[in-house]
């Protein structure tokens, strides 16, 4: 790892400490190398400032705070404020991240009033669908039938029992002029919704899921077809929102919800019995209702 | 030029004078008035500033942080439950080294719940790194603000300042204050420099993990600051009293202390209360002085030491409470005399809470009880009516 300097101008260097195969690490590169220099990127705590900023190190080449768990929007907003009162305005734009336990549960109330305010902030959730950090337990964000360490799979439980917490259609509803959903499995899509936002004004919301090996259990090689096939069977659709309207939906053939849960060690408890089967079918319905939901035609 | 202004709007002007950069803030009684105050003066033009809104005491502190770290000048104001849902970020806000300005309007905390004064809500955030001032009536008070900023982001310091005022029966009171030019607390107060902060142009990292292998060293650095604030407070006061005549400082505040067998220690409004009740006993004869802690943090313990090296006999008199303890003010009022070779016995009593009435005949009350015997943690004023309908 290399400490910061003005001739060392890589954005996110190498070096840090996040896990093999880590869909976080790979996220950030990619919005950053799509951003470009001129941002201040306030992150919340979890995985992505844990792993890059051990002090007296730091992996980011672009002016960076961490504060707490849940005030990364507040602190955004604090920041922009500052911009423009002290006239630099053009000196940089503010991009306010963090995980999806930061995102959609404990720092969903700022996130809110950040919105509210219509600041002039790009806000990433970066979805791993569970506190990784801490050890992998539920998140609003946990997909239905999850096994986390708090919402484990037991005698008389499969896991998770609730759907995941639909961020983007609350900030559809907040008035946002740009909301849109991506993933590593698709680097170009996701660099061109990242400049797109760039080039809107007032909140923005993009939703990145990034697989974890460790709190998915899939093999560290299989992060970017976990990626691929959590858009192939309609569990993440992606799509973007312009102005309160559906713009785009990315087509893709459809492929059946087992080909995404059976490599994944969180979803082994639905394929012992009867029950778990069941729970699939469920699984299935709601990835067939994303479908057509967003309009997207599967290609047969 | 003197002014009869309420006690909220004569800290809103007063911060106005300083040119904040970002203010945010949420409504609390009874502290609104101030950012009521401001946002109007904002509103009207005649402050260049962000005044921002936001949706909890929580995000206020949160903003003022970002704010600060990005090079701007800084404020919020807060109070009771407010102050205890910025808690977690004005740690954070203290160990990052950023010199917000805080006003506090001292009010009690829930449950019951209830609007009115005490200092249970800064007493309870006393650790978190803050730099504390509290004031005795409204021109301290406007005074203090001027200084807390200079305190704040002079460059050995760097850390944020609270000052607090009595909920009502200092915010909501009228009193004619004399207002610097804005030109003269330009000269006092230059346009705040940072010594670093975020910006594109010179990229690098804030708030970073400290492990076991530092944390340790950048606590100790925080205390060392703590030990070397103190000449920087004596300072502010000294270049205000040059500037504008008026000395509105130190650590403490000696009161007919000369002779004093007894001496009455407190903060903030109380001081008023306990003047005047020394006054009527020092007519009748008693010996007795008022000391007043004007700065809680950096805790003057040297100042109090010397100051209560010659008397018989020391009362706290506190409006907060650390249940199940022992009085705040007493404990580290003992702490910081138990060195010297002539101890006074302490007593301490607990009066005001929730904004019960301080009378001049608690007070001598309480002197009367505490030159009996020591007291500890002995609240006076209580309603014994009440207390037993209440065990029932």
């Known amino acids: 790892m290399t400490t910061q300097t003005a001739e060392n101008v890589k954005l996110f260097n190498s070096g840090h400490t996040a896990c093999a195969g880590c869909g976080l690490a790979l996220a950030a590169r990619l919005v950053l190398q799509a951003t470009g220099p001129k941002v201040i990127v306030v992150n919340a705590t979890g995985c992505l400032e844990v792993f890059t900023t051990r002090s007296p ?32 305005g053009d000196e940089a734009r503010v991009i306010a991240w963090g995980g999806d336990g930061a995102s959609a549960d404990i720092g969903f109330g700022g996130i809110s009033g950040m919105w509210e305010r219509y600041d002039d902030v790009l806000y990433i959730c970066y979805d791993n669908e569970a506190y990784m950090n801490t050890g992998i337990q539920r998140s609003g964000l946990t997909p239905f039938k999850g096994h986390t360490s708090t919402s484990p799979a037991g005698k008389v439980s499969l896991g998770n029992m609730k759907q995941k917490k639909n961020i983007p259609a609350i900030a559809v509803a907040h008035g946002l002029p740009y909301v849109a959903t991506a993933t590593v499995a698709y680097p170009k899509d996701l660099e061109r919704k990242v400049k797109k936002a760039m080039e809107v004004r007032g909140p923005r919301y993009l939703q990145i899921l990034v697989p974890c090996p460790l709190g998915w259990g899939h093999a560290t090689s299989d992060t970017i077809s976990m990626s691929k096939l959590a858009v192939e069977t309609g569990l993440n659709p992606l799509f973007e929102y312009i102005d309160g309207k559906l713009a785009t939906a990315m087509t893709v053939k459809q492929k059946p919800v087992e080909e995404y849960l059976k490599p994944q060690s969180r979803f082994k408890h639905l394929f012992r019995d009867a029950a778990g089967a069941e729970q699939i079918k469920l699984i299935q319905e709601i990835a067939n209702s994303n479908f057509a939901k967003f309009k997207v035609e599967a290609v047969k | 030029m003197k002014k009869v202004t309420e006690g909220l709007k004569a800290v809103a002007e007063s911060v106005a004078l ?20 401001l946002a109007q003066i904002v509103a009207d033009g005649k402050l260049k500033c962000e005044f921002i809104n936001v949706e909890s005491e929580f995000s206020a502190a949160s903003t003022v942080l970002g704010a600060s770290a990005a090079g701007a000048r800084a404020y919020t104001a807060t109070s009771s439950q407010g102050l205890l849902l910025m808690m977690e970020v004005l740690y954070n806000m203290a160990g990052m080294r950023l010199p917000v300005v805080i006003t506090d309007a001292n009010r009690a905390v829930s449950a019951p719940i209830n609007i009115w004064s005490d200092w249970q809500d800064a007493i309870t955030v006393r650790d978190a790194g803050l730099i504390m001032m509290y004031a005795e009536d409204n021109q301290d008070c406007c005074d203090m603000h001027y200084q807390a900023f200079k305190i704040a982001e002079d460059p050995e310091v760097q850390l944020p300042v609270m000052v607090n005022m009595d909920g009502f029966i200092l915010t909501h009171a009228f009193d004619p204050i004399d207002f610097p030019s804005q030109a003269d607390i330009d000269k ?26 530092r944390y340790l060293e950048t606590r100790y650095a925080m205390a060392e600051t703590f030990k070397s604030i103190t000449p ?3 300072k502010a006061a ?3 009293k040059k500037m504008f005549g008026r000395y509105s400082g130190g650590m403490i505040e000696e009161y007919r202390m000369e002779d004093a067998e007894t001496v009455l220690v407190s903060m903030g409004s109380t001081i008023s209360d306990l003047k005047e009740a020394v006054d009527t006993m020092r007519e009748k004869g008693k010996k007795i002085g008022v000391l007043k802690i004007r700065i809680l943090r950096p805790y003057p313990a040297a100042e109090i030491k010397q100051a209560l090296s010659r008397c018989k006999r020391v009362i706290c008199v506190e409006k907060a409470i650390s249940l199940g303890g022992p009085g705040i003010l007493a404990a580290e009022l003992k702490s910081a005399i138990y060195s010297n070779a002539n101890k006074p016995e302490v007593s301490n009593f607990i009066i005001g809470l929730g904004g019960r009435d301080v009378k001049q005949d608690h007070i001598f009350e309480l002197v009367e009880k505490a030159e009996k015997g020591v007291c500890e943690t002995e609240f006076i004023g209580l309603d014994m009516k009440l207390v037993e309908e209440m065990d029932k």
Request: include cysteine; charge should be negative; charged fraction near 20%.
């Open chain 2, 18 to 37: 300083c040119r904040p950069d970002v203010i945010s803030a949420y409504p609390i009684t009874p502290q609104t008035h101030i950012v009521e105050e």
């Open chain 1, 57 to 88: 190190q730091t992996a980011w080449g672009i002016p960076w705070i961490h504060s707490l768990f849940e005030n990364q929007a507040a602190v955004a907003t604090g920041v922009e404020a500052a911009l423009r009162a002290l006239g630099r």
């Open chain 2, 232 to 234: 920087v407070i004596l």
């Open chain 2, 238 to 240: 000294d270049d205000f």
């Open chain 2, 188 to 213: 006092y107060l230059p346009k705040f420099k940072p010594l670093d902060f975020l910006s594109a142009n010179n990229p690098r990292s804030f708030g970073l993990m400290g492990g076991p292998d």
